[in-house]
């Protein structure tokens, strides 16, 4: 028989409500949600008014509400309620749940506008917050509410389908175990209203806004009614009506069942009467009729306030005249009316010629509609629309593609881990509509509105969203496209595993995989599995955010234990569901799913907070731990580490307990670092800071072509050039490195001494303090105390520019705490940024700079412009020659005196000081001058060196000493 047009309700008696079942509305005192009256006029359509008590969370007694005072409660904390209405479940929550085991019947709706998710408890079941939907649809085959999602309002009979919908008809969707969806999103398919039972009672949960964000309005209305009548008349009062109609033609014959699936405590005695009468003596079906065409009520009373019954519904015909008697009339599709064996849907006899099923085919038998005939052998299984010849085998236990062959579980056990890196699965189709490949036969794409999961490697097609590369580099990963959306956004995108076989799997067992949530539009993801062959699915990971913050940033590991968890199953299946935001920049993507498991014990036999499976690797010894103390010389790994007798605290991997890391709280002190002049140890050579050793045989010439690029910005810390020089600027600036002209125009060299290299300066166009930076260079301490013979040092320096400050090259031998200038500019010296830098020579040998611990510095202070770029390079300490025999002279008031020098090569340059420079104000070495010396008598040492790489070329040295210089103790060059 055909159901043509039957409506049903259920509704309370309200004078049995006031004796046996007093309802409660509480809400916040700040008001019903969005100032809506609705609530108010509902609750009192259907349970009258002054049936019902309204409260608020505020200044409700909690022990009184959840007594024996009332049996059913309506909490609601939508709109800005919700966080009264979450303090008011937390701080209540044992008083509820104990209320509810013991049959108290509780609806608890928020459609949140504050605050985050709500936990209600009742083995964690989530209000979450937020999850607009602005379409609703129902479970068709959902209990207590109207039957095939017909919405009637008797006796007015204004009928409507779903879906109802609206601007926003929920703000929030339920999760949980053991629910029971009622109302769909139809979009995303998250509940928005839900039901459980729990001990004696039952809960109702919904995410619903105020009926007046829906449409249809009267239909919302009745739809809301509807759900609070349900709620109340479905578990508990003495009185229920049961309405059906039917209105066709004339001939028709009209029958009624009424079926009771929970008759409550104790079913016996309960009536049900209408045109008839029947007594209900247990659960099952009571049938009624033929009725005329019209309407009948049938009504069940007998109830007592401690017995309630559930779930009773009605199931009505309306037919036509059935000539034949085989059920079915030719209005209910009948093809033969005077065969009884003809009927619709009826079985289908291959080879006999006729049409037994009335389907329009002759011996064609297509029970699943996947268009292969069953007669002529084709369907291997015509009971199953995804079984036929060339269908894709799936995992599922079953023969899709009818070769025989049925495929099993993936059996997954410590010996048989499961690992899928996606690296082989086929690129497919980014488009609306476009299907793609599933990545492997473990995987099915099952995404409902045209996108599908798909893969890549190379970075998404959108900009601004999705990883660039795989987890592992260069390999796939997949992803959903969301610059295709079919509907602006909230496109769904599922790709559902074949069922595993986890029952026999023990000890320690994660499941993983690595994720990349990078895009302003990322949308709703959750990782889910089901044990009911996919008919429920629960979620153990969301996302509903960015997570990371650039495509380069890489794949985040989610890893759960599993041993333990419903999911150690025969037939666990898993799935990525992932709802898309409303931009094109919500690219998720995914990688390198498992499943690894180990025989490893999961108890914690010591005691000390870690089981074998949390890493402990002596389970019988308390002080034994991961992450413990490890005791250097004991012979036992105290911290698990896998290694015993090793403490590495700083992580430079040397070890402390052997005494090989000198100081095991600096990872840049090892044996062999590079030992920087920072009064540490860093080699671990039981030396801090070891000078540089220069001698004859060992020249220090530093070139700086290999010294890093470092920052100009005003703050920023400049790389130091090598291990041997420091910057020590306290001003916020630097020296740095160039070798293709400074940034600044009109300042600063175009390339270095030798050409093509690099060369250190000082950019002055990020001045701190507008001018007047400091720039200090500072060099470990040179051990200078074994030179013999002549000894140069030099450098060569550059210094073109209108705001050119103040440099000095200065040394110290007291470790820093004074420092000497031997060599000053403070003007500009070049002319153009092209001239060439001028080499300073600055003799070592007989001064005070010949000792153990000799340091330098280039210490320059700039000018008040950008134009300002003083720059330096070519750093060397060479020993060439050995002494020239010197030359004591007697110097008279009034005379002068004379050495005789020529030089036998042309290259040769040479240079001339005074050894002894006590008391010789107004001396001066010269090729040229001469004149009468103004001091007392004195004797004054004289020497000569030869800068020609060692080569002695120097005959005789012409030095006449005069009174014009007042630079006491100068060395002048003489070329």
């Known amino acids: 028989m055909t159901i043509k047009n039957i ?157 109802i919908c609206g601007t926003s008809y929920a703000h929030a969707y339920i999760t949980g175990t053991n629910i029971e969806p009622i109302l769909l999103n139809d979009a995303t398919l998250n509940p928005v209203l839900a039901e459980i039972s729990f001990g004696a009672g039952s809960v109702l949960i919904g995410g619903i806004t105020s009926t007046n964000f829906h449409s249809p309005p009267t239909e919302a209305k009745l739809l809301y009614e509807n759900i609070l009548t349900n709620f109340s008349c479905s578990f508990c009062g003495p009185t229920y009506t049961v309405q059906t109609t039917c209105n066709l033609g004339d001939d028709n014959n009209f029958f009624v069942d009424i079926i009771v699936s929970d008759a409550g ?81 009826g079985v289908e006899i291959c080879g006999d010629g006729i049409d037994n099923n009335c389907d329009g085919i002759i011996d064609f038998i297509d029970v699943d509609g996947d268009t292969f005939n069953f007669c002529n052998g084709e369907d291997c299984d015509d009971t199953n629309a995804d079984i036929f010849p060339g269908a894709p085998e799936l995992c599922d236990g079953l023969d899709n593609d009818c070769d025989g062959i049925a495929d099993s579980e993936i059996v ?105 949530a990078f895009g302003s539009g990322i949308g709703d993801f959750n990782f889910e599995y089901s044990i009911d062959g996919g008919t429920t699915w629960i979620s153990i990971f969301n996302i509903t955010s960015q997570v990371q913050n650039s495509s380069a940033d890489p794949f985040i590991e989610f890893s759960t234990g599993i041993v ?54 002596d389970d019988s010894d308390p002080l034994i731990v991961p992450g413990g103390v490890e005791i250097c010389g004991d012979g036992i790994d105290n911290n698990c580490d896998g290694i015993i007798d090793f403490i590495d605290v700083d992580g430079d991997t040397f070890n402390f307990c052997n005494g090989e890391d000198c100081d095991d709280t600096n990872a840049d002190i090892f044996p062999g670092a590079p030992e920087l002049c920072d009064g540490l140890d860093n080699d671990c050579d039981g030396i801090a800071d070891s000078e540089i050793v220069v001698d004859a045989a060992n020249p220090y010439i530093d070139t700086f072509d290999n010294a890093p690029i470092g920052s100009t910005s005003c703050g920023a810390t400049s790389p130091d050039p090598n291990t041997t020089w420091t910057n ?36 002055t166009s990020g001045s701190c303090n507008g001018g007047n930076d400091v720039y200090i260079l500072e060099s470990c ?91 330096f390079d070519q750093f060397s300490i060479t020993t060439n020659l050995g002494a020239i025999p010197s030359s004591s002279i007697t110097i008279v008031q009034g005379g002068n005196t004379t050495l005789d020098a020529a030089l036998t090569d042309a290259t040769c340059s040479f240079v001339a000081w005074v050894t002894d420079p006590n008391d010789i104000a107004g001396t001066t070495i010269s090729t040229d001058l001469t004149g009468t010396i103004v001091n007392p008598s004195e004797t004054t040492t004289y020497f000569a060196v030869s800068d020609c790489d060692g080569v002695e070329c120097i005959n005789e040295l012409v030095v006449t000493v005069t009174d014009s210089c007042s630079d006491n103790g100068t060395l002048i060059r003489i070329d």
């Open 7 to 163: 409506l049903f309700t259920f509704l309370c008696t309200l004078s049995s409500f006031s004796v046996f079942c007093q309802t409660a509305f509480v809400t916040s005192n700040n008001g019903y949600p969005w100032g809506s009256n609705t609530y108010a006029t509902c609750m009192n359509n259907v349970f009258g008014v002054g049936s019902w008590d309204d409260l608020d969370f505020e200044t409700v007694s909690p022990t009184v509400l959840f007594s024996a005072s009332y049996t059913q409660i309506y909490l609601e904390g939508g709109d800005f309620n919700a966080s009264e209405l979450a303090t008011f479940i937390s701080t209540n929550q044992v008083l509820i749940e104990n209320w509810v085991t013991n049959g108290g019947q509780l609806f608890i709706n928020s459609a949140p506008n504050e605050g985050s998710n709500i936990n209600i408890g009742f083995g964690g079941i989530m209000i979450n917050y937020s999850g607009n939907s602005s379409f609703a649809d129902c479970v068709v085959d959902a209990p207590n509410i109207a039957s095939n999602c017909l919405i009637t309002d008797s006796p007015t009979n204004v009928t409507g389908n779903f879906p």
């Open 265 to 345: 405590t104790d079913p016996m005695g309960y009536t049900i009467s209408g045109a008839a009468t029947s007594i209900i003596n247990a659960v099952g079906t009571y049938s009624f009729g033929p009725f005329p065409n019209g309407t009948e009520n049938f009504t069940i009373t007998g109830v007592t306030e401690t017995d309630c019954i559930k779930n009773i519904s009605a199931v009505g015909d309306c037919t036509c005249q059935d000539d034949d008697m085989d059920g079915f009339s030719e209005c209910e599709g009948d093809c033969d009316d005077n065969d009884p064996l003809v009927v619709p849907g």
């Open 412 to 516: 997954v056990d410590a010996a048989n881990p499961y690992i899928d890196t996606f690296d082989n699965a086929p690129i497919g189709s980014t488009s609306c509509g476009a299907t793609s490949p599933d990545p492997n036969t473990t995987w099915t794409n099952n995404s409902p509105t045209g996108l599908t999961w798909t893969v890549d490697g190379n970075g998404t097609p959108s900009s601004s969203t999705g990883p660039i590369d795989d987890v592992t580099g260069g390999g796939l990963y997949i992803y959903a496209e969301t610059s295709g959306s079919c509907n602006g956004g909230n496109d769904v995108y599922i790709l559902e595993s074949c069922p595993f076989d986890l029952s026999s799997l023990t000890g320690c067992t994660n499941l993983s995989f690595w994720y990349h």
């Open 564 to 617: 333990g968890t419903p999911m150690i199953t025969a037939s666990t299946r898993f799935r990525f569901h992932y709802v898309s935001g409303n931009s094109f920049t919500g690219d998720f993507a995914f990688d390198q799913f498992s499943i690894t498991g180990s025989n490893l014990d999961n108890v914690d036999n010591d005691m000390d907070g870690f089981s074998e499976c949390d890493g402990d690797c």
């Open 728 to 763: 020590n600027s306290p001003t916020g600036l630097t020296w740095t490195v160039d070798g293709n002209g400074t940034p600044s125009s009109s300042t600063g060299p175009i390339d270095d001494v030798t050409g093509g290299g690099l060369y250190i300066y000082a950019e």
């Open 781 to 871: 301490p040179f051990d200078l105390s074994s030179l013999t013979g002549c000894t140069n040092l030099s450098f060569w320096y550059h210094a073109f520019g209108s705001g050119i400050g103040d440099f000095n090259f200065e040394y110290s031998i007291d470790g820093g705490t004074t420092w000497i200038s031997v060599f000053n500019i403070n003007t500009q010296i070049q002319n153009f940024n092209s001239s060439p830098f001028i080499e300073q020579v600055i003799p070592v040998s007989g001064t005070p700079m010949e000792t153990a611990n000799t340091r330098f510095r280039f210490n320059y202070v700039s000018g008040s412009n950008f134009r300002g770029d003083f720059a």
